[in-house]
């Protein structure tokens, strides 16, 4: 059996290292975890008060409230509260802490109970993030999918008025302020009888499969734009400078040397080394959106986590932020090791570091 | 001129850049012939035009910024300047091969050598993949890479320097080409495997009977390799000889200097090297006059304003000056 030429063989050398990145993203994830946990208990305020703001509230119901959500519970062991001089107790049973029980409902998957929808969060995050997911896949996707083609084209046709134009409308893409550029979208699709906000007309859960489905895109198409416009720009003009600069290098004019074709080059010796800073930006875009599009999901009051988040802060909702913390970090955690992935991938010189 | 022989003509060529800073007069009219099977050395210093010569015949001057003013290259019977850029894709690579002066960066890093090597053989010949394969495995037995079936697979970076530039000759000689191009292949190399390489170069060349062309700035290197020998200064041919007479009669100042600063085993060695005075000329102002002039120990006033044309003066040896060097007369 001959081995194949495309691609390297896998070796031993790049598992150890896989094996080694993943251990950071593990090790990294359970850091998170902790510190999650930490800073909302360093936060000022009692979080039974706030969730009811009622002064005609009796101690006893405060104390109720306290029980429920297991606040009356010691932080950790020793300590009653994180205020080192109020030393508590270490005679209490450490199974009975509050950190403790945070690691063991996050074991079973259990991100606690929302203040505010006095639902648990694990529901409320499932469903807003797949509307994120809808939202931000379809745009990452479209953005890409088109800076990259245009990138390509620009590079390609590089110091010609095309170029010109095609920088031109990248630099204003890119520069565009994200919530201006939803709010005159918004109005663009008023008055074209677009839906502008949410992600379903009431009352649509009713109609058949199709038409739901022709619901949903119609609603989903502005906030799409906003984002493809915002992010298309970046990978655009990313992908012509790095298509450049691989353009430029020895190897390019040593295969036409060859006698390769233009096409044949630009296919098989510039692309792949040309897509390297791509991956790394759309890793870090990716991990850093699915929190991150909180701007466009309030200008159309689009049902996703950015504006769970968003709302959650105001409402003092500690129980949803803490979980919306962590599956931000572990989103972007999670990113970073798939481009890691990617670029050993593409470059056979990222071997063990 | 006899058309069986000389396969490769070069006439009066002029390459120039247009950059933001002016224009850069690179190439001023070079002129030369090579026959089939020789080996031309083109020996100058660093920006005098030898690199940017050699690309112009192979049409790798990347336009703009480059300009191919005006020429002609006539590789058997074919102007290679008028060709279309699919013709042109079939001489390179295929008839004429070129190596380049940094094995380092000179290979696609993301690619395996055996796809790199196997590419060539599929572009210019009808083997598949296998028989590609098979000859790929033999043309790195040839360049002396040992175990060769598996370094196939192997990337540019599990090469050392050395090897490096063994896997870029395999690659220019792929399709046994009739002429190669050296672009200072040696530069960027340790010493010891300079030589190494120098050796296997003159040795494939006989293998497979080619003409070749080697750029250099190291006059050492040139002895042992070339049969004649071109100067090249501020982009002119200044010389042109037989590589002994070069080294015995040297016609021109800057050749005569150029000899004067390396060292060699045959002479004395209590005599101080001598360094050429002044620097080369910027290449940024159209060409009036010697070039050499304003460094030149013989320079008379018809230097300043008039630049001499490269004439034969003894038998094959040419010599663009206008003052003989051995009188100290004007010719």
Redesign the interface.
């Known amino acids: 059996m001959t081995p194949p030429l495309q691609h390297g063989t896998f070796p031993l050398q790049r598992w150890r290292m896989l094996l080694k990145r993943f251990g950071w993203a593990l090790f990294t994830i359970l850091f998170v975890v902790v510190l999650n946990f930490f800073l909302f208990r360093v936060l000022p305020g009692d979080p039974a008060r706030q969730g009811i703001r009622d002064p005609r509230l009796t101690p006893e119901t405060i104390q109720a409230i306290r029980v429920r959500f297991g606040l009356d519970k010691p932080i950790i062991n020793c300590f009653e509260s994180l205020n080192p001089v109020k030393v508590g107790s270490c005679g209490v049973n450490p199974l009975d802490t509050q950190f403790f029980i945070y690691v063991k409902n996050l074991l079973k998957g259990d991100l606690g109970q929302s203040f505010y929808y006095n639902r648990p969060v694990k529901d409320i995050l499932g469903e807003r993030l797949w509307n994120t997911i809808l939202l931000i896949g379809a745009g990452q996707i479209l953005a890409i999918l088109i800076g990259v083609v245009f990138g390509l084209f620009a590079a390609w046709k590089a110091r010609t008025a095309i170029d010109y134009a095609a920088l031109i409308s990248g630099l204003v893409a890119w520069s565009l302020p994200t919530f201006w550029l939803a709010i005159i979208l918004l109005f663009w699709g008023t008055n074209h009888g677009l839906p502008i906000g949410g992600k379903a007309t009431p009352g649509m859960s009713s109609y058949p499969f199709m038409q739901q489905m022709g619901d949903l895109l119609q609603h989903l198409f502005l906030p799409t734009l906003a984002y493809t416009i915002i992010y298309m720009g970046e990978y655009m003009l990313i992908m012509r400078s790095s298509l450049l600069d691989v353009l430029a290098e020895d190897y390019i004019l040593a295969a036409k040397a060859k006698g390769l074709s233009a096409f044949q080059i630009l296919k098989d010796h510039a692309l792949k080394n040309s897509m390297l800073p791509l991956v790394t930006l759309i890793a870090i875009n990716l991990g850093f959106t699915v929190g991150g599009a909180v701007q466009i999901e309030t200008v159309f009051s689009w049902p996703g986590l950015g504006g769970a988040i968003f709302e959650a802060v105001g409402r003092k909702d500690y129980p949803l932020l803490q979980g919306g913390f962590l599956l931000i970090a572990i989103s972007v955690i999670l990113a970073n090791f798939i481009a890691d992935l990617t670029y050993s991938y593409l470059d056979p010189r990222v071997q063990a570091d | 001129m006899d058309a069986i022989h000389t396969f490769l003509e070069v006439k009066d060529l002029k390459t120039r850049f247009h950059t933001p800073e002016g224009t850069v007069y690179a190439v001023n009219g070079v002129s030369f012939t090579l026959k089939e099977g020789e080996t031309l050395a083109v020996v100058g210093e660093s920006g005098c035009g030898k690199s940017v010569t050699m690309m112009s015949i ?1 049409r ?1 001057i990347s336009i ?1 910024p480059g300009e191919i003013v005006s020429g002609e290259v006539t590789y058997r019977d074919r102007n290679l300047l008028k060709l279309s ?2 013709e042109m ?6 008839e004429v ?2 190596i ?1 002066q ?1 094995p380092m ?8 050598v ?2 790199q090597l ?3 053989l599929r ?2 010949t009808n083997m598949d ?2 028989q590609s ?1 098979q000859r790929a495995v033999t043309l790195l037995e040839w360049v002396g890479i040992p175990d060769a079936g598996k370094r ?4 540019p ?1 599990q090469f050392s320097g050395g090897m490096r530039q063994r896997v ?1 000759i395999a ?1 220019a000689l792929a399709c046994t080409p009739s002429l190669l191009i050296a672009d200072e292949p040696t530069t960027a190399l340790d010493v010891t495997i300079q030589a190494q390489i120098i050796e296997l170069v003159k040795k494939l060349k006989q293998d497979v009977g080619m003409a070749m062309i080697w750029i250099t700035h190291d006059l050492g290197v040139v002895a042992g390799i070339a049969d004649r020998v071109i100067v090249m200064y501020a982009g002119f041919i200044v010389e042109e000889a037989e590589v002994d007479d070069l080294y015995d009669s040297p016609l021109h100042p800057y050749t005569t200097a150029l000899l004067q600063a390396l060292p060699r085993a045959d002479r004395r060695r209590d005599k101080n090297l001598k360094s050429i005075q002044g620097v080369p000329p910027n290449l940024l102002a159209e060409p009036r006059g010697c070039p050499f002039a304003p460094r030149c120990e013989f320079v008379k006033e018809r230097c300043v304003n008039e630049n001499p044309l490269l004439i034969e003066t003894e038998n094959r040896h040419k010599v663009a000056c206008w003052v003989n060097v051995k009188t100290g007369a004007l010719r």
Request: glycine share 4%; no cysteine; net charge negative.
């Open positions: 192979l790798l703009p850029e699919s894709e079939h001489v390179r690579g295929k091969a070129m380049f940094d960066t000179s290979l696609n890093p993301v690619l395996t055996g796809r196997t590419e060539t572009t210019h993949e296998e394969r196939l697979t192997d990337y970076h870029m690659m």
